[in-house]
DNA sequence: GTCTATAGATTGATAGAC
DNA sequence: GTCTATCAATCTATAGAC
């Protein structure tokens, strides 16, 4: 097996422990036994914990919201030929399904996704500020795209229904990735793609419902 | 003004702080600090920093989920009597709205709606079980009354979308305790009943999708 | 019950040899 | 670039006087 380079294991490790773990409950020192590299090298190539905390989130946070854009760029453009406003769904599975795929894209992937969803309601203002800071274009995108799809909605109420969606992904990323435990008098949960698949038609449905 | 009894004053900094910035992220210097105590009365009067914890979670969680399980009692009554399924809009707001109604009833519930919010993206499996198995016997509840209120959807499905109404219920809660900022290019967010009333209708079109 | 003082462990970061 | 060794600061928890 080849071995990667010292900067790529001190990533793979930290994107699996802050997942798992958090940010700020995980050590240096667990971190650096994971990835099998010296203590000291954390900060030589990165300058500090919070150093590679943002590389860990820019390394896959910026090629998976270029492939949301160019989806939802598909989409509106598709729409513009036809004449008709895009589809609500469509910019949402736009926005949303490349979450899901970006899965299975690379093996740490998935823990990188929870770390998203974690994200969300990280109480660290630097933390949570440097996610939404990376996110906002293309969110700005799917927002000013779903006004055109829905143009008798305020403005106000879309916001706070995309807020609600976020939200719900967030939950949902975040909870996937953790094992799945059977709740002893509820159903078994859904497989990742049905939950993706059905998390679309949820969200769907409420943007769309009446005010 | 009056002055209240230690055991008090240190849960109340203890909501604050655990809100504002995480568990992990709080120490118990600053806390007892805040809450004009000696440090040591931590561990006198809770056992430890998580004992702390679990008595701010359940002083106002157990009262809070009580008012859900009325309302939603009332609900079921009220169609059980008219002899049809109780409306589903109905269920998820007798679940939801008490969130807000608690809000105002005391100075520090506020930070509290936060600290429910965030624990569901918690990575710590101890705080996150702990609040899970106090919601679990309301939240079954809601499970059962919504499957009499949708008996065509599918307990998975139905599962998977309480899971979504969580998550965007839990983000709304989290984000809408910070001081609201105004992000350039987007609306101005709604005020807080106002998000709430939206939130149930959003959810409640959610759960009503065609599947 | 409340205090001071401190134990005991762990943390992020760095200096300096190689 | 990588290592060892260590600093300086933090943390939770506790012992013991009052």
Do not use: W
Not at 39 to 68: C, D, M, T, W
Not at 157 to 173: E, P
Request: net charge neutral.
């Amino acid at each position: 097996m080849l071995q990667t380079d010292t900067k790529s294991r001190i990533m793979d490790a930290a994107e699996q422990l802050f997942a798992r773990d958090g940010f700020h409950t995980t050590s240096l020192r667990g971190l650096t036994e994971l990835a099998n590299v010296n203590l000291a090298a954390v900060n030589y190539h990165f300058g500090s914990k919070e150093g590679l905390l943002q590389a860990v989130i820019s390394r896959r946070l910026l090629p998976l919201n270029e492939l949301r854009r160019q989806k939802l760029k598909t989409v509106l453009n598709q729409a513009a030929t036809v004449g008709s406003p895009p589809p609500a769904a469509d910019l949402l599975r736009a926005f949303i399904e490349p979450t899901l795929d970006f899965r299975n894209s690379a093996p740490g992937a998935k823990d990188f996704i929870a770390l998203i969803g974690r994200s969300l309601s990280e109480p660290d203002e630097t933390v949570r500020n440097y996610f939404i800071q990376q996110i906002l274009p293309v969110f700005k995108l799917l927002f000013d795209s779903l006004q055109k799809a829905l143009p008798d909605l305020p403005a106000d109420i879309l916001m706070a229904r995309l807020q609600f969606t976020m939200g719900a992904m967030g939950h949902t990323m975040c909870s996937s990735a953790r094992p799945k435990q059977l709740i002893p008098g509820f159903p078994a949960p859904l497989s990742d793609t049905g939950l993706v698949a059905d998390l679309i038609r949820f969200v769907s449905a409420g943007l769309e419902a009446p005010c």
